[in-house]
């Protein structure tokens, strides 16, 4: 605060550019709240993310790995963010490290896995399975009715 008497730097524009100026010196040399301000726009990313995970989803029925993995990254990455580096227990910051290295060795790996698992149908093993019992109880039914 100015006390009686003093003057501050830009004094000499207020007549002249009125309370704009006032306003845009305000809003720009007020501190920000980086970590609020950080942990909203990774928050508005992920839900990107998880957006186009299923519109993957639901247009080639199956869930992307890489698209999953990016999700886990970005959100431990938030919260790493919004609790603080200096902040946090050395072990979690260790097993954030750890579970960040899987996540790489995952995309990685993932090159090597085929999109879709052609020829692999679980619904088709579990009807051939309970296909019998089917018959069974189909055929009871027909006796009694």
């Known amino acids: 605060m100015l006390g009686h008497g003093q003057f501050s730097a830009f004094d000499w524009l207020k007549p002249a ?42 247009q080639e029925q199956r869930v992307s790995i890489g698209v999953s993995v990016e999700i886990a990254i970005v959100s431990v990455l938030r919260e790493v963010i919004v609790t603080g580096v200096l902040e946090t227990d050395w072990r979690q910051i260790l097993a954030v490290c750890a579970f960040l290295a899987s996540m790489a060795l995952l995309m990685v790996v993932r090159v090597w896995l085929p999109t879709t698992f052609a020829g692999v149908d679980p619904e088709a093993h579990m009807s051939a399975r309970h296909k019998p019992f089917q018959e069974q109880a189909q055929a009871g039914q027909q006796r009694h009715g």
């Open 17 to 58: 550019a009125g309370q704009g100026f006032w306003l845009f010196q305000e809003a720009l040399f007020t501190t920000l709240k980086f970590h609020a301000v950080t942990s909203d726009i990774l928050f508005i990313l992920i839900l990107v993310e998880l957006f186009r995970l299923l519109i993957i989803y639901l």
